[in-house]
């Protein structure tokens, strides 16, 4: 077994990163967002961005292959060959990439703010009955983690609720910790 160790000792290690980054890091950096400035996020600016690394790594492989190779033959299959596998690879790493993106974004706010949020029915005297209106979106709000934050028993319908949140480096916002 000490012999196994010592002969994969960095695949090892390679493996427990790779591991760690795909199961904990990346879901621990969505438990600090809404889930209605994700989706605001991925809509308007993120499926954009991974298109445009896509784009900058084949223009970027294409210059290499000129450079490098004579037959015009060669360099259009290497860059299929790299432009599938590329593709792929974004789109199989998108939740950590978006993980990576929503970390570096909460270590600089940029300025705070407030959003408003209007109380279309409480059920129960818990969080679980407790619907909202988001005022600036016009939709219904029905995340958890803004339930939780807001949740207070005394709340009667048409009440109007203020959510405290940071605009970070990126401009997502993100709940006032």
């Given at each position: 077994?000490?012999?196994?160790?010592?002969?994969?000792?960095?695949?090892?290690?390679?493996?427990?990163?790779?591991?760690?980054?795909?199961?904990?890091?990346?879901?621990?950096?969505?438990?600090?967002?809404?889930?209605?400035?994700?989706?605001?996020?991925?809509?308007?600016?993120?499926?954009?961005?991974?298109?445009?690394?896509?784009?900058?790594i084949?223009v970027?492989?294409?210059?290499m292959?000129?450079?490098?190779?004579?037959?015009?033959?060669?360099?259009?299959?290497s860059?299929?060959?790299?432009?599938?596998?590329t593709?792929?690879?974004?789109?199989?790493?998108?939740?950590?990439?978006?993980?990576?993106?929503?970390?570096?974004?909460?270590l600089?706010?940029?300025?705070?703010?407030?959003?408003?949020?209007?109380?279309?029915?409480?059920?129960?005297?818990?969080?679980?009955?407790?619907?909202?209106?988001?005022?600036?979106?016009?939709?219904?709000?029905?995340?958890?983690?803004?339930?939780?934050?807001?949740?207070?028993?005394?709340?009667?319908?048409?009440?109007?609720?203020?959510?405290?949140?940071?605009?970070?480096?990126?401009?997502?916002?993100?709940?006032?910790?």
């Open positions: 077994m000490k012999a196994f160790i010592i002969k994969y000792k960095y695949t090892i290690i390679y493996w427990l990163v790779v591991t760690s980054i795909l199961l904990i890091f990346a879901p621990m950096q969505r438990a600090d967002y809404l889930e209605a400035d994700i989706h605001k996020f991925k809509d308007e600016y993120f499926i954009s961005a991974l298109f445009w690394i896509w784009g900058v084949c970027l492989w294409l210059i292959l000129c450079i490098n190779t004579k037959s015009i033959k060669t360099s259009f299959v860059l299929l060959y790299v432009s599938f596998i593709a792929c690879l974004l789109f199989i790493f998108k939740d950590v990439l978006l993980g990576g993106i929503l970390f570096i974004n909460k600089y706010k940029r300025d705070s703010t407030q959003k408003k949020y209007t109380v279309i029915q409480v059920t129960r005297e818990e969080q679980s009955g407790l619907f909202l209106f988001d005022l600036e979106n016009q939709a219904a709000a029905s995340d958890d983690k803004l339930r939780e934050k807001l949740y207070r028993p005394e709340l009667k319908p048409q009440d109007t609720l203020t959510l405290p949140v940071d605009i970070g480096l990126l401009g997502i916002t993100f709940p006032h910790e």
